[in-house]
């Protein structure tokens, strides 16, 4: 398995997934994994799986660059070829940061040599693959896509891709036409493709012109909380002051002025209310501004980007969650928010949508709907609790280990069918 990151070191809900997507598959109790992470800090779990630094997998250069140039080229090439060639087309093989072990560096987080890290990534698999023994490989993610074709021309086992996100959702349809690529080459060479919503599975088929016979909706899950988390008190709100929280990435993606356009008109009503912007992102001075712009920045909040135990005590103190993306594939993040007994609020644009019944669906650009579905829940006591316990109710049943069972399968299909 190929993935990016992994908690407790965590951007997004990819690292989320990534966890307890592994972590279902071990509970499947037949299952070896070996995670490769480009740059993990000693202190992930490893209880249930392998980890494979691929900052500390030694490189054989010439048996390296040889392997990658023909994955790239096909079968023809022969070593005469390439040793004619491999200046021309391989160039960038001199400017790739190596340490004194003769392996690759990696930054492990999202650097502005992005591209070129996927790249040097994309080898190391083609080397790890050679090295060890398996028989499906699964990559997380178009970062990671590369990776996975490498190691499936060296070794022959069959690929499954996870479409955890495209960049469609990322970028409001602006997309960018070297990620695309990469995306469209991953699935087009994919026995089997993953999408995290049915919403994700369209956007696959039509977007990038699949065939829907190898596409699958694999819908994300939630662990239960952990005791420490479950210790959280959960505040009183009774009589007092409401909070009302968006929490995420302050990006286009995520729709975050629809969030403060809401909060305004919700303000406009009542004085009974603070609102709690909690996250990071390219967009948060332009939400400050929006805020103040709108003579609401009194009563709102901007905590910064929160992790870990921060994230519960956040959720907990929320008397509702708002989750107002543009274009979601899925999101965790409601789950987790109702697992705190926390009423949820998401666009329908959410792929969560299709899983979840006990919380209010809106278009993300309908702030009115929204202004009005917060203001329900903060004012109307029989409404709170009833989103309270019939939310927790249902995600309570959304488990990894169910996901993990129907993974399973799919990999035994995948298998069977690259060898009948």
């Known amino acids: 398995m190929f993935g990016w990151e992994f908690p407790p070191h965590i951007l997004g809900g990819l690292g989320t997934a990534s966890y307890g997507l592994t972590k279902g598959l071990a509970a499947q109790g037949d299952m070896d994994i070996t995670f490769c992470l480009p740059a993990p800090r000693g202190d992930e779990?490893?209880?249930?799986?392998?980890?494979?630094?691929?900052?500390?997998?030694?490189?054989?250069?010439?048996?390296?660059?040889?392997?990658?140039?023909?994955?790239r080229i096909g079968n023809l090439l022969s070593p005469e070829w390439y040793y004619s060639l491999r200046d021309h087309i391989y160039a960038d093989f001199n400017y790739m940061n190596v340490n004194d072990l003769g392996c690759m560096e990696f930054s492990g987080r999202y650097p502005d040599n992005l591209h070129e890290e996927i790249n040097n990534y994309s080898i190391v698999a083609g080397v790890v693959a050679r090295e060890q023994q398996f028989d499906i490989i699964h990559a997380h993610d178009w970062l990671t896509y590369p990776a996975g074709i490498h190691a499936k021309q060296v070794s022959g086992k069959p690929l499954v891709i996870h479409v955890h996100a495209t960049d469609f959702d990322r970028s409001r349809g602006k997309v960018n036409p070297t990620v695309y690529g990469i995306e469209?080459?991953?699935?087009?060479?994919?026995?089997?493709?993953?999408?995290?919503?049915?919403?994700?599975?369209?956007?696959v088929i039509n977007q990038y012109h699949q065939d829907p016979r190898k596409c699958f909706a694999m819908h994300n899950a939630v662990y239960p909380l952990a005791q420490e988390y479950q210790d959280i008190p959960r505040p009183d709100h009774t009589g007092k002051e409401k909070v009302v929280t968006f929490l995420g990435r302050i990006t286009m993606q995520k729709?975050?002025?629809?969030?403060?356009?809401?909060?305004?008109?919700?303000?406009?009503?009542t004085k009974n209310v603070r609102f709690c912007m909690a996250g990071s992102g390219d967009m948060m001075e332009k939400m400050i501004w929006l805020a103040a712009e709108r003579g609401i920045a009194d009563r709102f909040h901007f905590p910064g980007f929160m992790r870990g135990?921060?994230?519960?005590?956040?959720?907990?103190?929320?008397?509702?969650?708002?989750?107002?993306?543009?274009?979601?594939?899925?999101?965790?993040?409601?789950?987790?928010?109702?697992?705190?007994?926390?009423?949820?609020?998401?666009?329908?644009?959410?792929?969560?949508?299709?899983?979840?019944?006990?919380?209010?669906?809106?278009?993300?650009?309908?702030?009115?709907?929204?202004?009005?579905?917060?203001?329900?829940?903060?004012?109307?006591?029989?409404?709170?609790?009833?989103?309270?316990?019939e939310g927790k109710r249902e995600v309570d049943q959304i488990t990894w280990e169910k996901v993990g069972e129907r993974i399973r399968r799919l990999y035994e299909l995948s298998i069977k069918e690259a060898h009948p």
């Open 45 to 71: 779990d490893r209880s249930f799986m392998n980890i494979i630094p691929m900052n500390c997998v030694p490189i054989a250069w010439r048996d390296a660059k040889y392997d990658y140039i023909k994955a």
């Open 184 to 203: 469209k080459n991953g699935m087009d060479n994919a026995d089997c493709i993953m999408c995290v919503s049915e919403l994700t599975r369209q956007t």
């Open 255 to 269: 729709g975050p002025e629809y969030f403060v356009e809401a909060a305004s008109l919700v303000l406009h009503r």
């Open 309 to 389: 135990k921060q994230v519960y005590e956040c959720l907990k103190a929320s008397d509702v969650y708002v989750m107002p993306s543009v274009s979601e594939p899925f999101g965790i993040s409601p789950l987790e928010a109702m697992q705190c007994g926390t009423p949820t609020i998401i666009s329908k644009q959410s792929g969560c949508g299709e899983i979840l019944n006990n919380c209010i669906k809106v278009d993300y650009w309908d702030i009115h709907a929204m202004a009005d579905a917060i203001y329900s829940i903060c004012t109307n006591d029989s409404l709170f609790h009833f989103l309270q316990e």
